[in-house]
Nanobody
Framework: QVQLVESGGGLVQAGGSLRLSCAAS????????MRWYRQAPGKRRELVAG???????VYLGSVKGRFTISRDNTNNTLYLQMSSLKVEDTAVYYCNAVHVGTSYWGQGTQVTVSS
């Protein structure tokens, strides 16, 4: 059974940095596409960043230049380096991975940015 476990969330002041990690286990295959989503209270879940198995990336406009997504295919781990954090980045961040049409989700990690 495939499991995704996020870590690295926490409380940080505006302007600070955090690095999120998402470790995949239970799979013997490489995920096709991996993404970070976030959901703030009262808002819809939104795509923050995604990376293909070949390393192509996409970003939400408001995080471009501040966040960097990367993946370690050897260790089945996804990362999100977040810098210059803003109060509006506060949300639960979720890891998502897709393989041959099957989507897997982590349980989420809270990121809180204080002013």
């Amino acid at each position: 059974q495939v499991q995704l476990v996020e870590s690295g969330g926490g409380l940080v002041q505006a302007g600070g940095s955090l690095r999120l990690s998402c470790a995949a286990s239970g799979n013997s295959f490489r995920m096709d596409y991996m993404r970070w989503y976030r959901q703030a209270p009262g808002k819809r879940r939104e795509l923050v960043a995604g990376v293909s198995s070949g390393g192509d990336t996409v970003y939400l406009g408001s995080v471009k230049g501040r966040f960097t997504i990367s993946r370690d295919n050897t260790n089945n781990t996804l990362y999100l380096q977040m810098s210059s954090l803003k109060v509006e980045d506060t949300a639960v961040y979720y890891c998502n991975a897709v393989h041959v049409g099957t989507s897997y989700w982590g349980q989420g990690t809270q990121v809180t940015v204080s002013s």
